[in-house]
């Protein structure tokens, strides 16, 4: 057996004249004659020799790219099509979201469901104005492992709710102090919890990214929400139990149905963290408070928009609105709570006081005063009117992390990094 020159093809000499694969000459010189060849025959057929080894390495290559590209160009032409079927199915999912889109302004068909008839809302409750000045510590409650970052009461003020570092949530009955529910299903720190105003649906927000909404009386998740991209920091209930709003480090709010989990909208516009929310009394609006030292009122209705409050020279940490629905109050991190007129977004005043960051504010249901919790380790009541302060309560040992007011303004919840929660009582 022989080898081709140029392709390194074998033959056998003699039954081949041209190479199978490349088509080289190989016919053989009879020995005289090859004796009698010039020697600059046998250089130009060296010559020839090297160039065509040089196309046949050259068309090897080729094919071998080719026989590489050809099933990629394949895959690529499917990618293609597929691509074109997707701009169709979005086209087309655009098309029917513009005709529904007019149907999102038109009221809801009444459902003759128990659900939707507790959806009416509540009575207005009688509210009596408070000595704010004659406050006593109740009790403490120190079942925790860890920081208690969030704290509410239920609207029948029986029933307390904390979240925690242990990514636990905790409910307490507040007459025998027990816990009535311990909540898992969080897989890191309840950052903040909000029951509804009919106390039976609460719901939690987590550095998980997600949000949950649990029955309250049986302690049941009933769903999950896992469209934030981080953490959850701030859940706010509307007064008429239809419409969650969260609030997250990925710089969004997001709105969602109450009785279905479904995500309504979302809204952008903040610049960093979305660290608390709150919804007017009327439904009608919702303010943030957001790590790029800014406050932002939206219309609740249509995600829009409406101001944006300046004054703070850090995060703002925390938000509440005046149950008269005038007026806005909130914490920073620069120590300081601001007052403002939400209609126009005028600061009314600064209160100052605190040593430290305002982690949390709360507004009394008269509206005549207002309850701050501190990095300075102290729970702060003032009157909201005047900014004068009117008490210091003092006992918490670390930073004070939330604070919650119940619905006839009797109770004065706060939690804290020292691992406990203090029930103080305002006397009549």
């Not at 090297?50 to 046949?56: K, S, T």
């Not at 659900?115 to 509540?122: A, I, R, V």
């Not at 898992?184 to 997600?210: F, R």
């Not at 007026?327 to 977004?345: H, P, Q, R």
Request: charged share 20%.
């Amino acid at each position: 057996m022989s080898e081709c020159p140029v392709c390194q093809t074998q033959y056998i000499p003699g039954n081949v004249h041209r190479c199978s694969v490349c088509g080289w000459d190989l016919t053989p010189y009879p020995p005289a004659l090859a004796q009698s060849v010039p020697s600059e025959f046998w250089q130009q057929q060296s010559v020839q020799l090297d160039w065509a080894r040089q196309m046949w390495a050259k068309w090897s290559f080729s094919q071998g790219v080719w026989q590489t590209l050809s099933p990629l160009k394949e895959q690529l032409a499917q990618i293609e099509q597929q691509l074109q079927q997707a701009q169709q199915e979005r086209q087309d999912l655009q098309e029917q979201l513009q005709q529904l889109l007019p149907q999102l302004d038109q009221p809801l068909p009444t459902l003759n469901t128990e659900s939707h008839q507790e959806s009416t809302p509540l009575p207005p409750l009688e509210v009596a104005v408070l000595n704010y000045e004659l406050i006593e510590h109740q009790f403490t409650l120190n079942d925790f492992s860890d920081s208690v970052l969030s704290v509410a009461i239920s609207p029948d003020g029986e029933t307390l709710v904390s979240g925690g570092y242990d990514n636990m949530i905790k409910v307490w009955n507040l007459q025998t102090r027990e816990i009535i529910h311990t909540l898992a299903g969080h897989t890191d720190s309840v950052v903040s919890v909000a029951i509804s105003p009919d106390g039976k649906t609460l719901v939690s927000g987590s550095a998980d990214n997600t949000l949950k909404m649990w029955n309250l009386n049986t302690g049941t998740e009933i769903m999950t929400a896992d469209e934030h991209l981080d953490s959850v920091l701030s859940v706010a209930i509307s007064p008429n139990r239809k419409t969650v709003a969260s609030a997250s480090s990925d710089g969004t709010i997001k709105l969602w149905d109450l009785i279905t989990g479904y995500e309504i909208r979302t809204l952008f516009g903040h610049k960093d963290a979305v660290l608390s929310v709150a919804i007017s009394p009327d439904g009608q609006n919702l303010v943030s408070g957001s790590s790029d030292d800014t406050i932002k009122v939206w219309n609740l209705k249509t995600g829009k928009e409406i101001r944006t409050l300046t004054g703070h020279r850090n995060s703002v940490l925390s938000v509440a609105i005046n149950p008269d629905g005038q007026t806005v109050v909130s914490g920073g991190y620069d120590d300081t709570i601001k007052v403002w007129n939400l209609k126009t977004g005028e600061e009314i005043r600064t209160i100052t006081g605190h040593e430290d960051s305002v982690l949390s504010v709360a507004v009394s249901p008269a509206g005549q005063m207002l309850v701050s919790g501190s990095s300075d380790n102290t729970v702060k009541v003032w009157h909201l009117k005047t900014g004068e302060e009117i008490h210091t309560l003092r006992g918490h040992s670390s930073s004070v992390i939330s604070v919650a007011l119940s619905r006839d303004g009797k109770t004065i919840a706060s939690c804290s990094s020292d691992k406990t929660i203090k029930v103080w009582h305002v006397l009549s």
